[in-house]
């Protein structure tokens, strides 16, 4: 997983309060994608953004998710107003263009008290 | 969203035994990836298909993309037991999305 950094690698949240997970994807990657992982469950596909573009939202809930991968910077995934059933790991991923492989981060294991 | 079949879903072999393990999906894929996951940590990309037909190894790790362009199998040969481990088959298509599949759980008995 080198190359693909997420911070922070645990967060610990109150109900109601916002969650920001970062991702500074690998160097010369223009795509990252995020990805939710429940226990024991496979990996599900939130959102994929190139530099400054959200390509799909599909699999990002419209309401208190939104996400973003700016000029400078890392991507941030933000969940607003945070419920029980947003614990999980979220889990990063950096592609250098089309046609290649991902490459993913270390995740981050996201508790809601 | 799509999500693929894996299979099985769990293995438990013998130190130096053989595994396979494959995914099928309904729809076409350009790309064929194989992951492997340990406990807190992410997915580490193991052998990556991008012709129909390719077979791929990385050390006693060996890959198939299929013909049809809708399956793939994993092998792994003399296993030992740090192969143990979640691994996760992925397609990727012309829209460059992701589909995983649900995982196979391998556990080697020394």
């Known amino acids: 997983n080198a190359g693909v950094m997420q911070n922070p690698r645990h967060l610990v949240r109150r109900r109601g309060q916002e969650a920001r997970l970062r991702c500074s994807p690998m160097?010369?990657?223009?795509?990252v994608y995020w990805y939710r992982q429940l226990p024991e469950e496979g990996l599900k596909f939130m959102v994929y953004?190139?530099?400054?573009?959200?390509?799909?939202e599909s699999g990002m809930p419209k309401e208190r998710f939104s996400a973003e991968f700016p000029k400078e910077g890392p991507s941030i995934l933000r969940i607003q107003q945070v419920v029980r059933g947003d614990s999980a790991a979220y889990f990063c991923a950096s592609q250098w263009g089309e046609n290649q492989p991902q490459h993913f981060g270390d995740g981050t294991r996201l508790s809601i008290l | 969203g799509q999500q693929l079949n894996q299979s099985p879903q769990s293995m438990f072999i013998q130190e130096g035994e053989d595994v396979s393990m494959n995914c099928t999906s309904s729809?076409?894929?350009?790309?064929w990836l194989w992951y492997k996951q340990e406990p807190g940590e992410g997915p580490v990309l193991l052998i990556a298909l991008y012709k129909a037909g390719e077979l791929t190894s990385n050390g006693r790790l060996t890959a198939q993309f299929g013909i049809t362009r809708k399956d793939s199998f994993l092998n792994i040969s003399a296993s030992i037991p740090s192969d143990v481990g979640i691994y996760f088959c992925a397609g990727r298509n012309t829209g460059n999305q992701f589909y995983f599949g649900t995982g196979t759980s391998l556990t080697v008995i020394p």
């Open positions: 729809s076409i894929f350009n790309t």
């Open positions: 160097k010369g990657h223009s795509h």
């Open positions: 953004l190139q530099k400054e573009n959200i390509i799909d």
